[in-house]
């Protein structure tokens, strides 16, 4: 770790199960508090279930504010499906009644799987963070609310039975965001003619975020991703222990690419506009047009083109009568993580070099 204790970081840490995600990132502050980190705030991307364990990230005071723009889109999950068991909560609390049920064969389990592929449209629980009318879905349910809930869409990017043994059904899935892993149980439940409810649920992985793997890689300093570990004191339903929580490094823990822009730093710092040079702006978008061409026909679109478009670039060229290309076009732009020196900035930039703040002033560690 540094010798300097960050003020504003991510991390990722390990939930454990039977506590809200929010309980735990309040236990994760009182620690770091405790440890000597000036913790005024703490957040969390992607709530879990208070049952379930797992990855959970994390921002830290100002970096709170950047949690939406973390660098992740399929979320990984382990989960068992107690086959029989009847939850209004389609997990092991609101439990109704346990039916007992047939074994099946493993030809019928991998069926009842097969169509649970690609997009996948469902009706989330009705336990859930989800909003009705401005009030969680959940609290709505434990005053006895009915309500209806509306129908969503998921990407099953992969689904694979890891283990079955009568009555539970272990399986993996990779899910878009906002997929319920719940759901995705009853889904299987249903194919098999029976009810059926989660008894275990981890978050493996989010993005390429993989908590395990990157705790191993803190200790041998193997991924640039990670900034280094922290062991963080909690107290736990009275049992005192330590929660290990891994440092990211901002740079690589972003959707954008990063720029430097050291020149800007008092300008931006106090959110004045201002326009990039023309040849910071031609190397920043050299990228996309690249990508641009290698999209086209090439017989078509000969290397001739591709310099009279850098030349255009290089000039700050906008007419799109003059310009052959669809890459001059006023609509064109980039999101970049902005390196001040001074502060980070989320900056959208466009091709005539003029600079929109998304979020600025966010203080480095």
């Avoid at 909690?234 to 330590?242: A, C, E, T, V």
Wanted: positive net charge; proline residues 3%; charged residues 20%.
């Amino acid at each position: 770790m540094q010798d300097t204790m960050p003020q504003n970081f991510f991390a990722i840490a390990s939930k454990p199960p039977n506590i809200s995600s929010l309980s735990f990132a309040n236990m994760l502050k009182k620690g770091l508090k405790e440890l000597g980190y000036p913790v005024k705030k703490i957040g969390f991307s992607g709530t879990l279930d208070p049952f379930a364990h797992g990855m959970l990230i994390l921002g830290v005071n100002h970096y709170t504010k950047l949690l939406s723009h973390i660098r992740k889109d399929y979320k990984t999950y382990k989960a068992v499906l107690f086959l029989g068991l009847e939850s209004k909560s389609l997990d092991i609390e609101n439990i109704v009644c346990l039916h007992k049920i047939q074994p099946y064969s493993h030809e019928e389990i991998e069926k009842a799987i097969q169509n649970i592929q690609g997009s996948i449209s469902y009706k989330p629980p009705k336990f859930s963070a989800k909003h009705i009318n401005g009030v969680r879905a959940y609290d709505l349910m434990r005053k006895g609310i009915d309500f209806d809930i509306s129908t969503i869409t998921t990407d099953i990017k992969y689904i694979k039975i890891l283990n079955y043994s009568h009555p539970f059904l272990s399986f993996e899935v990779c899910v878009s965001e906002g997929g319920y892993i719940r759901s995705i149980g009853e889904i299987i439940a249903k194919n098999l003619g029976v009810c059926g409810s989660l008894c275990s649920l981890e978050r493996v992985q989010e993005g390429e975020w993989n908590y395990k793997n990157m705790l191993k890689d803190s200790m041998t300093h193997k991924q640039n991703n990670v900034l280094g570990c922290i062991e963080v004191p909690l107290q736990i339903q009275g049992i005192r222990q330590n929660a290990k929580v891994i440092i990211l490094n901002i740079k690589n823990a972003l959707k954008y690419d990063t720029i430097q822009l050291t020149e800007y730093a008092k300008i931006a710092y106090n959110g004045a506009k201002f326009i990039l040079n023309p040849s910071l702006c031609a190397k920043i978008f050299s990228d996309m047009v690249r990508v641009t061409d290698s999209k086209k026909d090439s017989k078509q679109h000969t290397q001739q083109s591709q310099n009279i478009q850098a030349t255009h670039l290089e000039s700050g060229c906008h007419n799109k009568e003059v310009c052959p290309d669809t890459m001059c076009k006023d609509s064109v732009s980039k999101i970049l993580l902005a390196d001040f020196d001074t502060h980070f900035g989320i900056i959208e930039v466009f091709q005539d070099g003029k600079v929109k703040y998304i979020l600025n002033r966010i203080d480095k560690c």
